[in-house]
């Protein structure tokens, strides 16, 4: 069964302190590898699609790398504002439904 | 300005009363697609349609059905027949199935 598990549950940190959330993945033949952004009460914001083993994507403070089993998104010197969850999602393999990931939870404190 | 607009926001409904969620999209994509999304449980996909007039069952279709009779409109009703309609409902689309998904607002559901 095509499966993304995402890594971990929930991460506090320091304003300044970067670290990685990963996602990784078991989608047979990936078609890409999709990131978002979740606020409280919200809906999920796109940031980045991923194809192929190799590829990054960033965007101020965040970039995303992909490789054959995983993805990680990377957080480099984050503010309180970059607090949200953090969701990856890939097709499901023959199919056009999307999987998601129960998503990370990042809170960056002042 | 382009996007997905939900509406309402939040909804009251009493126990046995069926009650259609609003999804509307100006960004000319094919595909539309109906998640739910309960705490520590994710999003589970409702429904989804590639193309007018066509839609397939998600993971969780039981006590919902949808409707797709123009491009920019995807529908869902919550019927009685849903046991716990309680949760956050979210509307995505995407311009052609399997491609990232762009999402509304959501809704708020409370069955009281």
């Known amino acids: 069964e095509d499966q993304v598990t995402q890594s971990p549950e929930a991460l506090r940190l320091q304003e300044g302190e970067s670290s990685s959330l990963n996602c990784s993945y078991t989608?047979?033949?990936?078609?890409?590898l999709f990131w978002y952004r979740q606020d409280p009460g919200k809906g999920p914001e796109f940031l980045f699609t991923l194809y192929s083993a190799g590829e990054e994507k960033e965007k101020e403070r965040l970039k995303a790398t992909l490789t054959k089993k995983e993805s990680f998104l990377h957080i480099t010197a984050p503010k309180p504002e970059d607090s949200a969850t953090y969701l990856c999602?890939?097709?499901?393999?023959?199919?056009?439904?999307?999987?998601f990931g129960k998503g990370t939870k990042l809170t960056v404190n002042p | 300005d382009g996007g997905i607009t939900q509406s309402p926001k939040y909804l009251f409904r009493k126990e046995g009363q069926n009650v259609t969620l609003s999804c509307e999209q100006n960004l000319n994509h094919d595909a539309m697609y109906w998640y739910r999304q309960d705490p520590g449980q994710g999003l589970r996909l409702i429904y989804y349609s590639q193309i007018v007039n066509d839609f397939q069952k998600g993971d969780i279709a039981e006590g919902y059905s949808v409707s797709r009779e123009k491009k920019e409109s995807f529908p869902l009703t919550v019927t009685s027949a849903q046991k716990n309609p309680t949760a956050f409902y979210l509307c995505?689309?995407?311009?052609?199935?399997?491609?990232?998904?762009?999402f509304g607002q959501g809704t708020r559901l409370t069955v009281v």
């Open positions: 989608v047979s033949g990936l078609r890409g």
């Open positions: 999602a890939a097709p499901q393999g023959g199919s056009e439904k999307l999987v």
């Open positions: 995505a689309s995407s311009i052609i199935p399997g491609t990232e998904a762009f």
